[in-house]
């Protein structure tokens, strides 16, 4: 699945591309991607028509775009889901084997016409959401300062990548759990954005066992743990993303390359990196974790009792 740095890679396209344009006309090729829509899929391309996209916003991986244009104040969400993509393209442009919904746009120079959702699975979609304040009035998420955000993306918790994320919150959300801490830090209402991928990287470069408790978590645990996902995060968005096949893309089509950069996931049987750089002998190690996997190296990341 998508994880945050993909995510936001697709935002700052839509930023790009899509933003200060008014959705011409709406097609929805096939009715399944527009499932969350409840009024059905003649309501929302009818809703949708002549409506302005003023800004791309993103909330962990969460992804919407705010609409002028509409009596009650809207969000258009793109829920990317297991395939879901973005793409823009020109009218003239075969259509993707999986296109499910078209958005033709207001000519402007020099940009394609046409916003595609594609999505092999379907278990990602498109639909309309009310907007709601949020809770801390602070802004709603990344690429808007108006402090709104999707009621459907309300329940969800802000990322690290967001202004408003410190070392703190993420300390108080933690000790609010007891649990494991990477079942913790996977849980979008602690924080948001954080994948299976991510998780593994982020744990191996603060030292730290997905299997530890956060009853036991310390400050200076967090703090390295908040850094090291800031970092993970900020290296997999400067590399697009994190891709392992051809469905990871932004709206240009472009896929990320960052897996060739992961410490621990995946590198099961290989040298730790970290300890091979002190001369020691260590192989990452995988283990079953909620029906995935967990990788990590035994000893720089110990295991708790």
Request: proline fraction near 5%.
């Amino acid at each position: 699945m998508p994880e945050l740095p993909e995510v936001e890679v697709v935002r700052r396209g839509l930023d790009d591309w899509v933003v200060g344009r008014t959705v011409e006309s709406v097609q929805v090729v096939d009715p399944r991607s527009v499932r969350r829509h409840l009024e059905g899929p003649t309501d929302f391309s009818a809703t949708l028509r002549s409506t302005r996209i003023t800004s791309a916003v993103r909330r962990g991986k969460f992804l919407w775009m705010i609409l002028d244009g509409l009596e009650t104040p809207s969000a258009l969400v793109a829920h990317l889901g297991m395939s879901g993509q973005l793409l823009v393209e020109e009218s003239s442009a075969t259509d993707e084997k999986h296109l499910k919904v078209r958005l033709q746009l207001s000519p402007e120079a020099e940009k394609p016409t046409e916003l595609r959702f594609i999505d092999q699975r379907i278990f990602g979609g498109m639909f309309l959401s009310p907007l709601v304040s949020t809770v801390d009035h602070l802004p709603g998420g990344v690429g808007s300062e108006i402090p709104v955000i999707p009621k459907a993306a309300a329940h969800i918790a802000r990322d690290v990548l967001d202004a408003a994320s410190t070392p703190e919150t993420l300390y108080a959300a933690l000790r609010k759990r007891t649990t494991q801490l990477k079942r913790a830090i996977l849980d979008q209402q602690v924080i948001s954005g954080v994948g299976n991928i991510y998780a593994d990287e982020a744990l191996w470069a603060a030292k730290l066992h997905g299997l530890r408790s956060t009853a036991t978590i310390r400050r200076p645990d967090v703090v390295r743990l908040h850094t090291a996902l800031v970092d993970v995060m900020g290296r997999a968005l400067a590399a697009g993303g994190t891709s392992f096949d051809a469905l990871y893309v932004n709206v240009n089509g472009a896929s990320g390359y960052f897996d060739r950069s992961l410490n621990a996931y995946g590198r099961e049987g290989k040298e730790c990196q970290r300890c091979a750089e002190a001369e020691l002998t260590s192989l990452i190690r995988r283990d079953p974790f909620m029906g995935r996997s967990s990788f990590s190296c035994p000893r720089c990341q110990r295991k708790p009792r």
